[in-house]
């Protein structure tokens, strides 16, 4: 059946459905080879790589394009599916070789892999679109360059099918870079044949169409309105998709999507808030999947700009009078994973994030405070951003009554969405802040990175420590298997435990609600939708 | 001077106020805190990579250097690049003025096809049960949010009852557009001959536009009431009567039509402020209108889109301004507009 004849079908069905003021459901309606998915925010662009693009668009970058290596799938302890960092698994490449000295890795590429126009994928398309990830500047050349790749001459094409990759230094944190959606391939033939001068990277272009070799093509885009995606029956990057075709709403209120959901008409929410998620987890018709992200925190940041902290017993006295129980049950709705009460004042495993050796003790900090000039208490603006109201608003009332018990007078400061990453992160002058980095490569020494050295973006406390700077150089690129590595990493947890310029509140989840119709839903680091594994069945779980 | 010539007079009128709007618009988008290059740099982003995209935006240059390329562009009809959608902000607009502009007038249909006959008898029966209702309804209307009538008739309708169709914008999802001519859907379904495309269009419709007319219904409503009462006290309505003209004859020719004047400049007021107000009955009902994408334009600094905003906003005030002088004059004859 070709696209209008489908269409001509779908309007006979639709006279026959709206003459029926009672029929149940659009998503029955669909069929069972149409997913339809809402979300919160727009897409704003179908190229990761042009700067503007806003997260909700790397979906686009994950379902519509390839990359040469992808991870694989892990079940969590509740039975829901998580992206597996542990396992690389092939995507465009089909096999790779490190080289004994680890300065190089050299891919072969699928010999099947072809882009949606026929043309066979090459290695010339590779360094062609890694090299636009790093001319186009911005988010995609930071992350790029997180894994080594800083320079167009690091891409070297063997042959058509094999590219070699050379790395200035081994790093552990290379290989796995290559599967974040930023590391996409591009139909370089066809997106040059549409570059012009002013224009050599075919912006303008990709921003519309994409030019890709993924699972789904996209159908139609209504920018502000839906995204469809139709599968693309040649896809040699993994097993094809359950679904024919998903379609992507973008419906801005809450309340409506939550009606929508609990009425089942849509298959999946996706990322609801906590609140929704523990009320909607009580009922039967829809399935509440909630997953720890990876390698981020909700944090307090007290700042060494501002004097009382520059003391570490007020900080860490700040810590024993932070109320975790109750922030977690009414901001976080009882969902995510707890980060405090570590029984031991030493971390005794490698795992981050794990508890901090901190509950509330309101006697320990005021005795803490009592040993410092601050005795007497000081006052202090907590600052956070308003576009993360939802959990940021009830943790820092919880936080100003606490901490008004033992003497310190917290004003509540709420910083507007555009003017947040100027002044907490990149001025870095907020004294005392809430912060949720999560880092997309899953390792502690990535977190450390950026969170804890100096002049780093996420250190918005300006923390500073010739020790932790140490560890963290020598760490970020050292093999987890080598020796060295677990006890420089418990050494750099447990400076974070004593120095607390970060007060983890807890990890968040991602939450989802679901029909229990829909199956193959994921978690990955990049948060955003992988439809790839979906597929529609008539029961069942997970 | 010719209905025509005093048109254009009003028009060339409005040049220096939309040259006035044009700089403060763009003083004030300059003025707004926050910096679009740090927001639209993204996540882990360095000090180099926003200076980067800072001068791929043109920000890294002065403010006299940035308004001269901002008034070339104008003067060749190109309002910029909206950087938080990435379309260009005309053809932005124009796709979603039409939606916000096919939910304005039918709320605004609505609303007069109830407030007026509403007002006119609550002011020919003063204080009787229909007198109670016109006032219930203006208070309620009033009072009541529009996201909270809409969260309410979502609520009842499509969640418990199922009758209304699920909010998610201008068309069911099995529908696909019709080729856009007016961009009002259900008029393009119907010029397509795609009735069915129009039916769900005309449904997708229905709670959006009475939610918007529940809200603006509650001033036309009260100022037709206060106007027929005005002249109903009159005395040329007392002559009329003394004249022995019929009821029906004093009531609408004379006294309806003398109260006519104060209800159409309401009209306009009620039209204006509804179309750049609704952007919460758009929120609710995921409606791809203009109020929400200058909504989000402006949290995030998106200059481009926050001018081309406010100036279409303010090229339609000043032909609907006109259009309600030209009503005037056809309803009043006394009434005249001054070239």
């Known amino acids: ?542 | 001077m010719s209905q025509l010539a005093i048109i254009l007079a009003r028009v060339g009128q409005a040049i220096p106020t939309l040259l006035g709007i044009v700089v403060v618009t763009f003083l004030l988008t300059r003025a707004l805190p926050g910096d679009p290059a740090a927001y639209f740099a993204g996540a882990s982003a360095t000090p180099e990579s926003i200076a980067e995209i800072r001068a791929k935006l043109g920000l890294d240059r002065s403010l006299p250097r940035q308004f001269a390329t901002y008034l070339k562009d104008l003067a060749a009809g190109d309002l910029g690049q909206s950087i938080s959608t990435g379309q260009p902000v005309a053809a932005e607009l124009l796709k979603r003025l039409p939606a916000s502009l096919e939910l304005t007038l039918t709320a605004l249909l609505l609303s007069v096809a109830i407030a007026i006959p509403l007002g006119v008898l609550a002011a020919v029966y003063q204080d009787s049960w229909i007198d109670q209702l016109c006032r219930f309804v203006v208070t309620a209307g009033v009072s009541l949010p529009t996201f909270f009538t809409g969260l309410l008739l979502v609520y009842v309708f499509y969640f418990l009852l199922g009758i209304a169709p699920a909010p998610l914008g201008r068309l069911d999802i099995l529908h696909v557009p019709p080729p856009q001519i007016t961009g009002f859907l259900i008029l393009d379904g119907l010029l397509a001959r795609q009735w069915a495309v129009a039916w769900s269009a005309a449904r997708q419709l229905a709670l959006p536009s009475i939610t918007l007319a529940l809200f603006t219904l509650a001033p036309l409503a009260r100022m037709t009431r206060a106007a027929m009462l005005q002249a109903l006290a009159s005395e040329y309505l007392r002559t009329a009567r003394a004249a022995g003209l019929s009821r029906g004859r004093v009531l609408m020719v004379y006294a309806f039509r003398n109260a006519l004047l104060p209800v159409i400049t309401t009209l306009g007021m009620v039209f204006s402020f509804s179309l750049g107000a609704n952007v919460l009955v758009e929120k609710v009902f995921a409606w791809p209108g203009i109020g929400s994408f200058a909504l989000e334009a402006l949290v995030v600094s998106d200059y481009a889109a926050v001018q081309g905003f406010v100036l279409s906003m303010a090229v339609l005030f000043v032909l609907l301004n006109l259009t309600v002088d030209i009503v005037y004059t056809l309803v009043d004859p006394r009434v005249k507009i001054d070239g």
């Open chain 1, 1 to 542: 059946m070709n696209r209008r004849e489908l269409l001509k079908s779908a309007g006979a069905l639709a006279i026959g459905s709206s003459m029926l003021p009672f029929l149940k459901s659009t998503a029955l309606a669909a069929g069972n080879d149409t997913a339809v998915v809402l979300i919160g925010n727009t897409i704003n662009s179908l190229d990761i790589h042009r700067p503007g693009t806003n997260r909700p668009s790397y979906q686009v970058a994950v379902n519509v394009y390839d990359r040469l290596v992808t991870f694989g799938t892990k079940k969590l302890p509740d039975g829901s599916l998580a992206y597996d960092y542990d396992t690389v698994k092939p995507e465009l490449a089909e096999s790779w070789v490190i080289a004994p000295d680890r300065k190089s890795i050299t891919f072969k590429i699928k010999a099947n892999a072809t882009f949606w126009d026929g043309s066979p994928v090459t290695a010339h398309d590779a360094k062609w679109s890694f090299e636009r990830a790093l001319a186009l500047g911005g988010f995609p050349k930071v992350q790029m360059g997180a894994g080594g790749f800083v320079d167009p001459k690091q891409f070297v094409v063997v042959d058509d099918r094999t590219l070699r990759i050379d790395l200035k230094k081994p790093s552990k944190l290379s290989l796995p870079d290559l599967g974040v959606p930023v590391a996409v391939i591009i139909n370089s033939k066809l997106a040059r044949s549409k570059a012009t001068a002013s224009d050599p990277w075919a912006t303008d272009y990709l921003h519309r169409t994409p030019a890709g070799s993924g699972a789904f093509k996209v159908e139609r885009w209504d920018a502000g309105q839906q995204l469809v995606y139709v599968r693309n029956d040649k896809w040699v990057g993994g097993p094809l998709p359950g679904v024919q075709r998903v379609i992507i709403r973008e419906v801005p209120s809450q309340a409506t999507r939550r009606a929508l959901i609990e009425r089942g008409d849509v298959h999946l929410s996706f990322q609801i808030p906590n609140k929704d998620a523990q009320e909607l987890a009580a009922k039967k018709t829809i399935k509440v999947t909630g997953s720890p992200i990876d390698n981020c925190l909700y944090v307090a940041c007290l700042n060494y700009n501002f004097e009382p902290f520059k003391d570490q017993r007020v900080r860490q006295a700040i810590a024993w009078a932070i109320p975790y129980e109750q922030i977690f049950k009414q901001a976080a709705y009882g969902r995510g994973v707890p980060m405090w009460g570590a029984k031991a004042e030493k971390p005794a495993t490698a795992v981050w994030p794990q508890p901090f050796p901190y509950t509330t003790d309101l006697e320990k900090a005021r005795a803490l405070l009592g040993e410092t000039p601050y005795k007497d208490g000081f006052a202090v603006p907590l600052s956070f951003d308003l576009g993360v109201a939802d959990w940021a608003e009830p943790a820092a009332l919880l936080i100003q009554e606490s901490l008004g018990k033992v003497g310190v007078k917290v004003t509540l400061d709420k910083v507007p969405g555009a003017n947040w990453r100027t002044v907490a992160l990149v001025e870095k002058k907020l004294p005392f802040l809430l912060e949720n980095f999560g880092g997309w490569l899953n390792t502690p020494c990535y977190y450390f990175y950026w969170a804890y050295l100096k002049g780093n973006l996420f250190n918005a406390s300006n923390y500073d420590d010739p020790e932790v700077k140490k560890l963290v150089d020598e760490t970020l690129h050292m093999e987890k298997s080598d020796p060295a590595y677990e006890p420089r990493i418990r050494r750099m947890i447990q400076k974070a435990f004593e120095d607390v310029p970060r007060i983890p509140l807890w990890q968040p989840t991602l939450e989802s609600a679901m029909s229990p119709t829909l199956q193959g839903y994921e978690f990955w680091f990049h948060r955003q939708i992988d439809a790839r594994p979906f597929r529609i069945g008539q029961n069942g779980n997970g």
